[in-house]
């Protein structure tokens, strides 16, 4: 069998002789077995390989796609498993050892005899306990070995977590903004929140590389795998923060990210009803704002596919009268769909429908409805709006119990067979939607009233440049819908489909772009902003500047500068006016608020092996002094130049 994050395979009697074994028999879609990564990571953390334990998981695949090595090793560097996994795709291991459902945990001696068997999530504490107890027990004996084993983690192979590289970006959406249409993306992997305009030039970077759960300014807040996200009124975005099993919101005009939902840790509660931050939340998978039509007002409300409870969420934002005349205030986090049972059973009441790991979710606000995207019994269902019937759309089994239904098959209504899909949008021109059929690796189209699939892209359908892995996320370009935006996860790329001309291409995610015509360049200024704390501190920033053109670069040999050339805080000190490019610009920020602009100028030469070319680069700097803010920011900015 095929081995990851190990240099060798392991074997029971060989390099496991002396440890307590923990197998992890997981498939990689199960939203049970995602759950319990952070109970084997706390375990690990409090039990090393030298004090004689090892976990191994045991890849037992769900679906046809899993089985695929090149898949699971995705999953593993999605997941950021560190420990030995095996990819056991002939089920072997599994049914020698009589496991019948994820996840499974079993734990074995130091001679390879079996100590206990742990069914499900939930088993943190006891995990620990039995492993304190056995190893205590065969060090007494002298049973236990302190060897190492050849570990050897997958990370290396994925792309640079930092700067404009995507990493298993999940979710996205189009929305309107003042400045006209704007993408937001999850990148999922980076633990972070994009912004870019419709060509790909980042605007906003919310989070950062490594994972957290703090609110504060854009530049500071902290995420922790989001998926996803929706726009409400073009400058407020909500995402679903899995990992931190919460619901942020980010202001962009105020530029601070809040928690308006979940506590940051899981929580396995059915039937809600707290306000924000005291209601536990489990794996929030996607969002989307419903306008709640109630007394002659408009109510927004934010519905949530809760993927750990199988359920569909509300948050709702305003007081408001809901299903059967239940009033709500602002602010309550309610279960409004789905019993908690992991089932594909529609029901005229919404509470009595089972739903499937629901994790793509979107609203057609002119029919009241709601359509997501039931991964785990490959179905795509809907949901009344007016009163909560949720019936069936396309793909799965009449039978509700029946969540391996699955293929790859266009048709209508039940002879569509799906692949655990992910993604979905509503496209207002043609009526239909779209989703991401995410383990077949296509893009589908559905006719809502007839419930009529057909395969448009993927699998090199229409032309070979059409190839996807694992997309999970789709939007419909907001301001002229002929445009598809594809979230092709293990690829770390948003695609961009013309559906038009049928084309495809990768949207080039890019810091802020200065333009050169010829030899003039233009005089605009790029702007930054940045947030410190109103109680003062200190900025630092050193400038990057880059070329598009390979052949243009900065000449080693001339001065490349940057000049400060105005303060309009007249109390804030520079410990310099100017400065090399490799060194910061150093200002002393003192007490107050509200925003404050630095300009600076970037003197630089670029060379060809003809010609050189000398030129200023105008900077508008916006530094926001906010409460909370940090009192030490230190950032590097890049610019890239292109004809």
Not at 619 to 631: E, G
Request: glycine share 8%; charged share 20%.
């Amino acid at each position: 069998m095929e081995w990851f994050n190990v240099a060798e395979g392991l074997s029971v009697y060989q390099h496991l002789t002396g440890k307590i074994i923990i197998l992890d028999f997981f498939t990689y879609c199960c939203i049970n077995c995602m759950h319990i990564l952070p109970d084997l990571d706390a375990l690990e953390r409090q039990f090393s390989i030298a004090d004689g334990l090892v976990i191994v998981g045991v890849h037992s695949a769900k679906f046809s796609n899993e089985r695929d090595s090149r898949r699971l090793q995705s999953a593993v560097q999605r997941y950021n498993i560190k420990h030995p996994v095996v990819n056991d795709t002939a089920l072997s291991t599994w049914h020698n050892l009589g496991i019948s459902c994820w996840p499974t945990l079993v734990m074995i001696g130091p001679m390879g005899q079996p100590l206990a068997v742990f069914v499900g999530e939930g088993h943190r504490e006891e995990l620990a306990l039995y492993v304190n107890v056995a190893l205590t027990y065969f060090k007494s004996v002298n049973q236990i070995s302190n060897k190492d084993i050849p570990s050897q983690l997958e990370r290396h192979l994925l792309p640079a977590a930092a700067g404009t590289t995507l990493l298993f970006p999940s979710k996205l959406q189009a929305f309107q903004s003042e400045q006209g249409e704007r993408l937001a993306i999850a990148d999922t992997g980076n633990n972070r929140i994009l912004i870019t305009d419709v060509r790909g030039n980042l605007e906003h970077v919310i989070g950062g590389s490594n994972s957290g759960f703090r609110d504060g300014d854009l530049c500071n807040a902290k995420f922790n795998a989001p998926q996803g996200v929706c726009s409400l009124g073009g400058s407020i975005i909500y995402v679903a923060d899995n990992e931190n099993h919460a619901i942020r919101k980010i202001d962009l005009t105020k530029r601070i990210v809040t928690t308006v939902a979940g506590t940051g840790s899981q929580g396995h509660d059915r039937v809600g009803g707290k306000i924000g931050r005291d209601q536990v939340l489990s794996s929030p998978w996607d969002v989307a704002v419903y306008n709640h039509e109630y007394d002659t007002k408009i109510v927004p409300v934010l519905l949530i596919a809760i993927a750990g409870t199988h359920q569909i969420w509300a948050l709702f934002l305003e007081d408001t009268v809901w299903w059967k005349y239940k009033e709500y205030k602002a602010d309550t986090c309610v279960a409004i769909v789905g019993s908690g049972r992991e089932e594909n059973r529609n029901n005229a009441y919404p509470h009595t429908a089972g739903l499937a790991q629901p994790s793509g979710l979107v609203v057609v606000q002119e029919r009241k409805l709601a359509f997501f995207a039931d991964s785990e019994s490959s179905a795509v269902r809907c949901i009344d709006l007016k009163n909560g019937r949720v019936s069936a759309v396309c793909g799965a089994n009449r039978d509700p119990a029946d969540l391996h239904d699955f293929g790859d098959s266009d048709g209508v209504q039940y002879t569509v067979k799906l692949q655990h899909p992910l993604g979905i949008a509503w496209h207002p021109k043609e009526n239909v939607l779209y989703i991401a059929d995410t383990y077949n690796h296509k893009i589908k189209r559905i006719d809502v009233t007839t419930g009529c699939c057909k395969t448009l892209y993927g699998n090199g359908k229409p032309n070979e440049r059409f190839s996807f892995d694992e997309p999970s996320g789709i939007a419909i370009g907001s301001s002229g819908p002929d445009l598809l935006y594809v979230a092709d996860t293990n690829n770390h790329v948003v695609k961009v489909i013309d559906t038009n001309a049928e084309t495809i291409d990768t949207l080039p995610i890019r810091p802020p772009i200065i333009e050169m015509d010829g030899s003039s360049w233009r005089n605009d200024a790029i702007s930054f902003d940045t947030t410190i704390s109103d109680k003062g501190g200190e900025l630092n920033v050193t400038f990057d500047v880059t070329f598009a053109d390979s052949d243009l670069k900065l000449n080693a040999n001339a001065p490349q500068t940057w000049t400060l050339k105005e303060l309009t805080a007249n109390t804030w000190v520079a410990t310099s006016r100017r400065g090399g490019l490799e060194s910061p610009l150093s200002i002393q920020v003192s007490e107050g608020d509200g925003t404050h602009e630095v300009r600076v100028t970037l003197d630089v030469v670029a060379c060809k092996t003809t010609e050189c070319v000398p030129k200023k680069l105008p900077i508008l700097y916006r530094v926001h002094q906010r409460t909370n803010a940090p009192d030490i920011v230190s950032e590097q900015r890049q610019i890239v130049v292109v004809k």
